[in-house]
Every structure is written in structure tokens, then in C-alpha cells.
């Protein structure tokens, strides 16, 4: 056999064990992490990286793996201006993968490109586009490769970006039903869906504050001024809870009730912010019953927001009573 036909045996084996191992993984986070790795592992480079982000946008370094001793880059790869890839987005075009051995080759050329570069210590690269549907989504890069491997990992490289555009697609999507599994649609806020995963097997929590919320006029406003207005009215009242409590912490379990489930928190720090929400109320224009409870210690979730729920009852029932109306 000749040394040619040995050299891409050995890289077809490369990239199936590659991908072998990273499709064995069901977290598509995961997944893509362990490709990277496997192939870093193997290719003698600093670094390899996925950067997405569509012709004219800003492009985010979204996943990276380094060699031992490589300081990470990726927070610094954020937000990257389009300027600094275009000329690579422009090859792309016509090229499957790019190679710039130097990039002093590009100083004159492209200076901004060259000065960003530097700056993060990326001395020569060896870049394929990603692809779906023959639109450029970003591209896979390796950094700083040996001088002797730099052409020899080319077709390594050209095979598995079209493996890795495919992963980030069947990411995209798998993220996209989780969201509109896990988040309600009208207010972006987490779903009743989504709290119970949050609470589920959840035992002996400490610092637990819990508001159970209702808003208090839907129903009238559904029926007087319409759904939109309703719909409205509901938007205010998500914005109204994430201007005091952190999103992730605020969930729509029902038409007009919302609940705040924050752990770890503080017993007058819980309270003065359920203060600053009821003054908060009236600047969204909104009005809110609220059941506000706040325990050292949690074994059972389920009691507890029940507890909350009974109080904000209490409290809606004082108040239609003063207004002389029905709960």
C-alpha cells in the first residue's frame, strides 16, 4: 500500500472514530464538543473552533477546544465584527477550504483582518465554510496547525464542517422544540411545563421565597376590550415581575397566575423585593394579587407553593371584598 492511500485511510478513520464517538452522545452540546475533542486529540494545532454567523452578521465563537497549555480564546471571540471574515465568506464561495499559511500574507490585504488576528496570538489557519442549503452559516477553523500537518489536515477538515453543519442544524432545531416546550409563547416567561421539571426530585432547598400571583381584571378586560387587550395586560405583567425577579425565576402556570420561585435567596432581600414589585405595579399598569412566602427550608415544593397559593387567595378575596365584587 501505497504511503498516499495509507494517509487517507488514516484520516477516514480519524473522522469515523470522530464522529462515532461524538453521535453516541444524545446533548447535542455535547455532542459537538466531543468531535472537536477528538479531532484536537489527533491534529497537531492549537486550537479548533465553530464560528456562526450569517453573510453581514456579527459572528460568535460558539464552541472550541485547545491543545494543553492554550489559553481559551472563545470569551474573546464574541460579537466578532463581519469585516474581520468577509474575505473568507467571499473565498467560500469558490473555495472548500482555505488555507493562509502566514498571516503576515495578509497584512497589506486585509489589515483589519490581519490586526485581529494577531491580537489573538492566531499566527496561520486552515478554515472550511459550514453549509445548509447552500447558505453559509459560519465556519470550523483550526488554528496555529504544525507546518507539516497544515495541508494534510485540509481534507479532514472539508469532511467533517459538513458533518458539523448538520449538527448545528439538528441543534437548532432540538433547542427550538425545547423552547416552545419549555417557554409560553406569549410572554417568552417558563411554563408550567418547565416548572415542573425544575422541581421535580427537588428536596431540602434552602432559602426559598415563593410568590404566587394572580392578575387580578383579565376576564373582565377579555370580555370588555378583547383578547389582544387581554393578551396585553399579560405582557405588562411579565415585565412588571422581570423588572424585580430574574426571568429564569418567573414562571406563567396558567391564564392569569404567574409564579416567582427563587432559592437561595435572602429573607429581607426576598421581601424588599416583593415590596418593590407592589410599587412597581402601578408604573406597568397592571394589578397583581400576591401570596408571598418565605422559608429557611424546603423538603416538599409541592406544600409550599400550595401555601402560597392559599395565601394569595386570601389576598385577592380582601380585595374584591373591599371593591364589593365577586372572586
Not at 480564546?73 to 482555505?98: C, G, M, W
Not at 377579555?222 to 424585580?244: P, Y
Not at 409541592?302 to 380582601?318: F, G, P, Q, V
Amino acid at each position: 500500500m501505497t504511503k498516499e492511500l495509507q494517509y487517507v485511510f488514516a484520516n477516514e478513520r480519524l473522522v469515523n472514530d470522530s464522529l462515532r464517538v461524538a453521535l453516541e452522545e444524545r446533548n447535542g452540546t455535547t455532542r459537538i464538543e466531543l468531535l472537536l475533542e477528538m479531532l484536537g486529540k489527533n491534529i497537531q494545532c492549537d486550537r479548533i473552533c465553530i464560528f456562526e454567523g450569517e453573510r453581514g452578521s456579527f459572528v460568535d465563537n460558539t464552541f472550541e477546544w485547545c491543545a494543553e497549555g492554550i489559553s481559551s480564546k472563545k470569551e474573546f471571540l464574541q460579537k466578532v465584527p463581519f469585516y474581520v471574515a468577509e474575505q473568507r465568506y467571499t473565498d467560500f464561495s469558490t473555495q472548500n477550504h482555505i488555507v493562509i499559511e502566514n498571516v503576515e500574507s495578509i497584512k497589506e490585504k486585509e489589515p483589519l483582518t490581519y490586526k485581529y488576528l494577531k491580537s489573538k496570538s492566531i499566527n496561520s489557519l486552515v478554515i472550511a465554510p459550514l453549509k445548509i442549503g447552500g447558505e453559509i452559516i459560519g465556519f470550523f477553523c483550526v488554528d496555529n496547525p504544525s507546518e507539516k500537518s497544515m495541508y494534510d489536515i485540509t481534507y479532514i477538515v472539508e469532511i467533517v464542517a459538513h458533518f458539523i453543519a448538520a449538527l448545528l442544524e439538528r441543534k437548532t432545531l432540538i433547542d427550538r422544540l425545547e423552547s416552545l416546550s419549555y417557554r409560553d409563547s406569549l410572554t417568552g416567561l417558563n411554563n408550567r411545563h418547565a416548572l415542573n421539571e425544575a422541581i421535580q426530585n427537588k428536596e431540602n432547598l434552602k432559602n426559598v421565597g415563593i410568590i404566587f400571583c394572580d392578575t387580578i381584571g383579565l376576564k373582565y378586560i377579555n370580555d370588555t376590550l378583547g383578547h389582544k387587550a387581554g393578551d396585553e395586560l399579560l405582557i405588562r405583567t411579565s415585565k412588571c415581575l422581570q423588572s424585580t425577579f430574574r426571568k429564569n425565576d418567573i414562571f406563567r402556570i396558567g391564564g392569569d397566575e404567574f409564579l416567582v420561585f427563587s432559592y437561595d435567596i435572602n429573607e429581607n432581600i426576598f421581601f424588599e423585593r416583593v415590596e418593590s414589585l407592589q410599587e412597581k405595579m402601578k408604573e406597568y399598569n397592571v394589578n397583581m394579587s400576591l401570596g408571598a412566602i418565605w422559608k429557611p427550608e424546603i423538603t416538599n415544593v409541592e406544600h409550599a407553593i400550595t401555601e402560597a397559593d392559599a395565601l394569595m387567595y386570601e389576598n385577592k378575596r380582601a380585595y374584591y371584598a373591599s371593591c364589593k365584587m365577586k372572586v
